[in-house]
């Protein structure tokens, strides 16, 4: 009795776990037409009949068609229909949608958060921005004002990486071309009344600014003076304690207590990093501590901008290149005629031919190739119109005998093109499914969508076919 309960419960859980599987968008590639398949029994759910579907997530998925956009659910029943003209997931919780020239929001359960009735809307700090035809706000994802519509512009920060987000402390906004700043409460921090053109917020206690005339200046977050406006010609972001000034077309550089710590007599600078800058001097640049002792000599007709290590060093114009490591020493005598850097290997161009050097300067990609790029954490090299793969390494995995090579992130195979035929290798350069497909896509959920005899089908990492079309 007990082995047929225990049995009974297997197959509630096996059918539970069959129902749970969720669908995944597959194309005909006969049809260039996307359609959805159980992940599990491989039977359709949908016929291919869209031009393109994403991965579903919290239950939904985005289908295209004509350029307009729509809402599907698992059993491939359009939740909304195709008419809207950007859809886009946005956060974990909705989707910015654009139909009739107006912006809005959607719950990922396809109902309204947020009316279409913008111009514009951004996403920021789990708030919208938003434009309501004349002036900008700022209101939270349940509509809630949190910034009246009363602005010009509203300005976001970047984070290090690029990301957009409101310092809510400190939310810089424009009217009738006056610049202020008010907090997320919409109190004042930096009053219209000081006319400035610019500001930013450089620390926890000062704030740059340009004012009216176009002076720049120093004030405290009290609004206090701290550097009076036309000090200096210029003042220039903070880094390692230090901020860049101007002076007379010469520059130099203050620490904090708005002491001189290197005087100005530089005719360019960029901000330091790591304890050193790269400056200009008599047309040539160099690089400096911060003590203002020549770290590295001022023979550069380029900024010297370092890489994982390494920089591109420009003694004479079109004279080509050499690469200095950090110390400035010279790592290979070669003069090369263009440089890539990349995470592991540095990409050269010499008499008129690509190859590559390891970080010591040691060539590990010889100097034969047309072209070569780095594609999604590859190098693909190009020799007589024909693509060659490398490893991020320089260990070669291809030669140079293919039409196309579709390298992915993180698949064990490798989708090829040659003879306009398609197929797939391993990391080894291995043939591990023929070259013989008229057309196919990279693998995905385990597998392949190919075209074989103007058939579409989809094909496991043994090469078999499952056995159901994509079509009805």
Not at 13 to 29: F, H, K, M, Y
Not at 236 to 263: C, H
Not at 302 to 328: C, H, M, S, W
């Amino acid at each position: 009795m007990m082995r047929k309960f225990i049995f009974i419960v297997l197959i509630i859980i096996n059918a539970g776990s069959v129902a749970a599987q969720d669908p995944i968008p597959t194309v005909d590639l006969s049809l260039m037409k996307y359609g959805l398949k159980d992940s599990l029994t491989n039977d359709v759910i949908l016929p291919a009949k869209y031009d393109y579907i994403t991965s579903f997530y919290e239950g939904y998925a985005i289908a295209r068609n004509d350029r307009n956009y729509g809402l599907i659910d698992k059993k491939g029943q359009e939740i909304l229909s195709l008419n809207y003209q950007e859809f886009k997931r946005v956060s974990s919780t909705c989707f910015r949608v654009k139909q009739a020239e107006k912006y809005g929001l959607l719950n990922s359960d396809a109902s309204i958060a947020l009316p279409l009735v913008f111009n514009d809307l951004h996403i920021i700090n789990e708030s919208a921005l938003v434009h309501n035809g004349q002036y900008w706000g700022v209101i939270d994802l349940s509509g809630n004002i949190q910034l009246p519509f009363v602005y010009d512009s509203i300005l976001t920060e970047r984070t290090n990486h690029g990301q957009a987000y409101l310092d809510v402390n400190f939310i810089k906004v424009i009217e009738n071309r006056i610049m202020g700043a008010v907090n997320i409460q919409n109190e004042p921090v930096f009053p219209f009344e000081l006319k400035a053109q610019e500001i930013n917020q450089w620390n926890d206690s000062i704030i740059w600014v340009k004012n009216e005339k176009g002076e720049e200046g120093i004030l405290s977050i009290g609004l206090d003076t701290i550097l009076s406006f036309g000090y200096f010609e210029s003042i220039m972001p903070i880094s390692n304690g230090l901020f860049g000034v101007e002076n007379q077309g010469k520059y130099g550089f203050m620490d904090l207590n708005f002491d001189t710590v290197i005087t100005v007599q530089f005719d360019q600078v960029l901000s330091f990093q790591n304890g050193r800058a790269t400056v200009q001097r008599n047309g040539y640049w160099g690089m400096i501590d911060q003590e203002g002792d020549t770290l590295i000599s001022f023979l550069s007709k380029d900024p010297i901008i370092f890489q994982n290590g390494l920089a591109v060093l420009r003694t004479e114009r079109g004279n080509g290149y050499t690469l200095i490591n950090e110390k400035g020493d010279i790592l290979n005598r070669l003069r090369f005629d263009e440089v890539i850097m990349s995470p592991e290997l540095v990409l050269t161009k010499l008499d008129g031919f690509w190859g590559a050097l390891n970080k010591d300067g040691i060539m590990v990609i010889p100097f034969e190739y047309d072209e070569m790029m780095v594609k999604r954490s590859y190098i693909v090299v190009v020799k007589d119109h024909l693509q060659g793969l490398f490893s991020a390494k320089g260990e070669r995995i291809l030669k140079a005998e293919y039409e196309f090579i579709y390298p992915t992130f993180d698949d064990p195979y490798i989708m090829v093109r040659k003879l306009s035929k398609y197929g797939y290798v391993n990391h080894d350069g291995k043939t591990v499914i023929p070259i013989r497909y008229e057309n196919a896509r990279n693998f995905r959920f385990g597998r392949a969508t190919v075209l074989l005899n103007d058939e579409s089908y989809e094909i496991n990492r043994s090469g078999d076919n499952f056995g159901i079309k994509n079509t009805e």
